[in-house]
């Protein structure tokens, strides 16, 4: 993926850098660094971003629950 398609993707699904980083469980510098193209994105977060942005995943949510639904 080129890096301003993941950067287009990546705002489009996220409304901020800590928010993204939450998500693919990285610091948000990482994130930042992604973005300005000083550093490769991760493949998986490339293919993680793809499947989020074509509604397979979940939203986020803050209530963790386990397998069974209980919280």
């Known amino acids: 993926m080129l890096i301003e398609a993941f950067k287009q993707l990546f705002w ?3 409304d901020s850098l800590a928010q993204g980083a939450a998500y ?3 610091q948000p510098v990482t994130v930042r660094r992604w973005l300005d193209g ?4 991760n ?3 490339e293919k993680l ?3 989020k942005a ?3 995943l979940p939203p986020i949510s ?3 629950c ?3 639904g209980k919280v």
């Not at 000083?38 to 994105?41: A, L």
């Open 12 to 14: 489009r699904e996220f």
């Open 24 to 26: 693919f469980h990285v």
């Open 38 to 41: 000083s550093v490769m994105v």
């Open 43 to 45: 493949p998986m977060a």
């Open 49 to 51: 971003l793809l499947i």
């Open 54 to 56: 074509r509604g397979y």
């Open 62 to 64: 803050d209530n963790k």
């Open 66 to 68: 386990d397998i069974h």
